[in-house]
């Protein structure tokens, strides 16, 4: 029974669709240019860029996320760092650009594994320009350690708010009634570190019934 509810699991999700990692893989180094090639764990290449937490005066200044890439001998450009990459791995850790999210410039580290992606990155640009037009440079500037909880969605390419609501459609999605049932009797539903632990729950799931379908 357990086969088979994984088996059927799968089919509606489309394993193809899963990222490499969430099928039992691991991720390889380097630069991924799309949601496609970060699905497939199969980079554009790996030139071992360097991810460095910026400081906090770079981004009260500059607003963005928490790190940037360095390439070695700046062999890579800064407007390519900045614009053109998905995401980077760096050491089997995951950084994905916020520019591509739109969620401002630089890179986010994921806090999750395989098909749920948690990170932790600025407001959306559409809040931060008008943040910016509503109360000016100061308003900017103490909004721009401001950090909120997203989850991306391998599978869809869509980036969510980390929610409650979000955690409860995604176990029915699985209808695991075990996990629906165990989340509903949460004391702190709602608390990331809870939301986070049930979204690994999932990637579990995911890699174990994508290695039973092997």
């Given at each position: 029974?357990?086969?088979?509810?994984?088996?059927?699991?799968?089919?509606a999700?489309?394993?193809?669709?899963l990222?490499s990692w969430?099928?039992?893989g691991?991720?390889?180094?380097?630069?991924?240019?799309?949601?496609?090639?970060?699905?497939?764990?199969?980079?554009d290449s790996?030139?071992n860029?360097?991810p460095?937490?910026?400081?906090?005066?770079?981004?009260?200044?500059?607003?963005?996320?928490?790190y940037r890439?360095?390439?070695?001998?700046?062999?890579i450009g800064k407007?390519?760092?900045?614009?053109?990459i998905y995401?980077?791995?760096h050491?089997?850790?995951l950084?994905?650009?916020?520019?591509?999210?739109?969620?401002?410039?630089?890179?986010?580290l994921?806090?999750?594994h395989?098909?749920?992606?948690?990170?932790?990155?600025?407001?959306?640009n559409?809040?931060?320009?008008?943040?910016?037009?509503?109360?000016g440079?100061?308003?900017?500037?103490?909004?721009a350690?401001?950090?909120?909880?997203?989850v991306?969605?391998?599978r869809?390419?869509?980036?969510?708010?980390?929610?409650?609501?979000?955690?409860?459609?995604?176990?029915k999605?699985?209808?695991?009634?075990?996990?629906?049932a165990?989340?509903?009797?949460e004391p702190?539903?709602d608390?990331?570190?809870?939301?986070?632990?049930?979204?690994?729950?999932?990637?579990?799931l995911?890699?174990?019934?994508a290695?039973?379908?092997?």
């Amino acid at each position: 029974m357990i086969r088979l509810h994984f088996v059927a699991l799968l089919a509606a999700w489309s394993i193809g669709n899963l990222p490499s990692w969430a099928q039992g893989g691991k991720m390889p180094n380097g630069i991924y240019l799309t949601l496609e090639q970060l699905r497939k764990g199969n980079p554009d290449s790996d030139p071992n860029l360097l991810p460095v937490l910026r400081s906090s005066g770079d981004i009260a200044f500059n607003g963005g996320n928490d790190y940037r890439m360095e390439s070695p001998g700046d062999s890579i450009g800064k407007k390519f760092l900045k614009k053109e990459i998905y995401a980077v791995v760096h050491n089997d850790s995951l950084f994905l650009n916020g520019a591509h999210l739109k969620l401002q410039k630089w890179y986010a580290l994921a806090l999750t594994h395989g098909n749920f992606v948690v990170f932790r990155a600025c407001m959306t640009n559409s809040e931060a320009f008008n943040t910016a037009l509503i109360g000016g440079a100061i308003a900017g500037a103490a909004t721009a350690h401001q950090r909120f909880t997203y989850v991306l969605s391998q599978r869809t390419g869509n980036v969510r708010p980390l929610t409650k609501e979000y955690v409860e459609a995604r176990l029915k999605d699985f209808n695991n009634q075990d996990l629906v049932a165990a989340y509903g009797n949460e004391p702190a539903p709602d608390a990331d570190e809870t939301m986070i632990g049930y979204l690994q729950k999932l990637n579990a799931l995911l890699a174990v019934g994508a290695e039973q379908v092997k």
